[in-house]
Structure formats: C-alpha cells, structure tokens
C-alpha cells in the first residue's frame, strides 16, 4: 500500500513542529510550509496526497492558496486549518473545493481522521483514472483481444 504524504501549512511554526513528529510516529510522511507561497513551491517539488492548510496567514492567505492549488492539483485534497471559523468562510472553502475544514485547536485523532478520509477518497480517485486508462489502452476489452 502507498503511503500517505501530508503537508501541513501554517504560519505557527509550533503547530508545524508537534504535527509533523507526531505523523511520523504513526508513519506518515509530513511536510510543513509556514506560508502559502511557500507550500505551492513544495508541490511542485513533492507528490503530495493530502494538504492541511490554514486560511489566516500573512502574504497568500489559504483562500488563494486553496484556488491555486486546486487548479494545479485537481486530485490533491485540501482540508481547511483555522481558528477564526465562519459559516461563510467554510461554504466558501467546501466550494473552491477543500474537502472539509478542520477547527484550531485540532487533536490527534481529527488530523489522522481527516488525513485518512482524505487518503482513501484520493486512492480511489487514482485507482479509477487507472482503471479507465487500461481500458482505454485495451479497446474496451479488459486486456482480453
């Protein structure tokens, strides 16, 4: 099975310091970025599966962040990070596409949650493209000619 790759954005280094140790305890490949800017750098560097991300941060907040990414990375799913939760800020993240929002202080067991959902839909996402290319390359035979 693959392993799940994080990336955890947020501009409280602490934050980003305690998670990240914690994930790899459990195994999980963390990387952290403390600013929007710099968590689109590493995606063009790192496949990442699922992308943890703040929305309050100086310079490119995690509303732009949220666009960008889901424009370079349709299959990549972002779960909202924030402290300052809104009705309206979290409709508007659900329809730029993030595919839930996590409220500050978060524990343990909603980050690995969360992560997990995020996982398996991103899984079998991947899964399905797979399967539609080797039917594609198969005439529609399931490799049967």
């Known amino acids: 099975m ?4 994080i990336l955890l954005v ?14 790899e305890k459990m195994g999980i490949y963390a990387l952290t970025a403390s600013s929007g800017k710099d968590a689109l750098s590493i ?57 839930d929002y996590l409220i500050k202080p978060v524990s343990m067991k909603d980050f690995l949650g969360k992560a997990e959902e995020a996982f398996e839909k991103v899984t079998l996402q991947k899964q399905k493209i797979h399967s539609a290319r080797m039917v594609e390359a198969t005439g529609g035979q399931g490799g049967l000619r």
């Open 2 to 5: 693959e392993q799940l790759k």
């Open 10 to 23: 947020d501009d409280e280094e602490r934050l980003l310091s305690t998670t990240k140790k914690l994930f």
């Open 43 to 99: 995606l063009e560097e790192q496949a990442v599966d699922v992308v943890f991300l703040d929305i309050k941060m100086p310079g490119m907040d995690g509303m732009e962040a949220l666009q960008r990414i889901k424009k370079n990375y349709p299959l990549m799913e972002v779960i909202i990070l924030t402290g300052h939760a809104t009705m309206e800020t979290a409709v508007e993240c659900l329809k730029l596409g993030a595919l």
